[in-house]
DNA sequence: TAGTGGTCTAGACCACCGT
DNA sequence: CGGTGGTCTAGACCACTAA
């Protein structure tokens, strides 16, 4: 294949259309990966075909595929082991499962958590509406308080990219980590993709939320933009975390993208940081 | 050279020492050019070496000197200009200027800021004690309370891994984002590193707190690490911020370092979120 | 032992920048 | 124009994993 003009399809894969032409061409082969990734056509947990392998396909240099792929795995779609092959990462994967959860105990790594090596979350089935697991040394139990169906607020049609009065679903949750009732979830998703996501499916599944929408619903979140505020806690909020109302919370709202920059959930999460913090590195 | 063997140095370069042995070729031409970065033979802002002069230097193929600095890049220890070279980075350049500044103004970028091309900010001199300046859109200005040599508290001292008892410089400050007073920080550096820092320096530099820190004391923060907390406002604090005691603020508490992962900055700010948010990106 | 990702090389050519 | 980083190739060898 010459070096950098457009992409010519051989016969073994999809057309690519609305590409940037002129993408340097490891782009361009990262792109073709990426919809062959968005299209399910290798699922969450399952190896991506071998670098030789994609460089036939491709017809270019195993160095060319590889360069694709290095970014894929910076991008977290990807995960490399070596001697076994490339694996679309999944949120059941214990490396990756809490990864978008930043809080942690006041007294877990004083100084910089590096690389910590989490103790491995092993899952322990919990009662109804609820789940009991292990993650970075703390435990983690999650019950869920309600799973409705409505037509979405215009804020959060808005932030969802949806038309006005659409129909969303919220999830209500309530976290608790070692054994205090710490983080308050109300969460919103677009309902045409989450069809059959009720109350009683998420309270028989035990693991990660994300995970259950990744292996139930084929959604697998990619990424999140967060803000967050300090706020005085509202009565309801209060009432649910056993605290007095006014008292400081993290409000942290979170929008997640699946592929394309799609987002596909709003959350809001109220945050007790009496015991916790959150955290994050500055690079 | 040979593959994977230990390095060994020629005649241009420092010995290295204490290095772990058989990691690959790129990772100590990777940790030869950092140790020049620490030692400030190539200072911030100046180009280093391009890659065929260190790839000559070194005696490896330019693809290795490459896959260092690509890992450098990485890192923000350096910055690639097409066409230029690769220059050191610097809390100077407008583009690395406020990277750890993770406030925005509410109604900034509705959805993702993902590239946001932050219009140049131009410095504008100020009075006494203050400097007025524009990021990301949001005129910032630093005012300098107090910046005195005091004994270190025995939790600086543990967090900047000082011996108890020894010096250390606090700043205190307030900062006005689009002219509403919004953080105050209250900064603790090690006193030996920082030895002619005094209030009248700070008064009389305009510009971003961490280039002066790196121009005038030759110390560049590199990582840092936050723990955020929601709390109420102290009654002092609250004063500064022209606040009532007892609101929400949230308070972020830092820990920079520079090469070689030394601490040598703590920091608590107490952040008011009524008009602005902290912002993050998770991936 | 065969297959995978990881490293290293040498050389070609391109895109961009300043002079 | 010459020099810099950016892309692409082809091939060799290493390290790790699983059968």
Chains 1, 2 share one sequence.
Not at 10 to 16: G, Q, R
Not at 119 to 137: D, H, I, K, N, W
Request: contains cysteine; aromatic residues 8%; charged residues 25%.
């Amino acid at each position: 294949m010459a070096s950098t003009v457009a992409y010519t399809p051989d016969e073994t894969d999809a057309v690519p259309q609305a590409e940037p032409r002129f993408a340097p061409l490891y782009r361009q082969i990262k792109s073709l990966i990426t919809k062959r990734l968005q299209a399910g056509d290798w699922k969450p947990g399952e190896p991506i075909p071998s670098e030789t392998e994609l460089a036939s396909r491709y017809k270019v240099s195993q160095g060319t595929v590889r360069k694709a792929i290095d970014e894929l795995a910076a991008d977290n779609l990807v995960v490399r082991k070596q001697g076994r092959g490339t694996f679309v990462s999944s949120h059941l994967e214990v490396r990756t499962q809490f990864r978008f959860l930043r809080l942690r105990p006041d007294e877990y790594g004083q100084d910089d958590v590096s690389d910590a090596g989490a103790p491995g979350g092993e899952f322990q089935r919990g009662a109804v509406s609820s789940a009991g697991r292990s993650v970075q040394g703390q435990v983690l139990r999650s019950q869920v308080l309600e799973c409705r169906r409505m037509r979405a607020p215009a804020e959060i049609a808005r932030v969802l990219q949806l038309r006005s009065g659409e129909t969303v679903v919220q999830v209500r949750r309530l976290l608790d980590l070692e054994g205090q009732p710490t983080v308050l979830d109300e969460i919103w998703l677009p309902g045409a993709r989450f069809r059959g996501l009720t109350a009683e499916r998420l309270a028989n599944y035990s693991g990660p939320f994300y995970a259950l929408l990744e292996t139930e619903f084929g959604t697998r979140m990619i990424r999140a933009s967060e803000r967050i505020k300090a706020v005085a806690a509202p009565a309801e909020v209060a009432r649910v975390l056993h605290l007095k109302a006014g008292v400081p919370l993290l409000r942290v709202d979170r929008v997640s993208v699946t592929y394309e920059d799609q987002p596909v959930e709003f959350r809001r999460g109220w945050c007790t940081t009496e015991r916790h913090h959150y955290f994050n590195e500055l690079s």
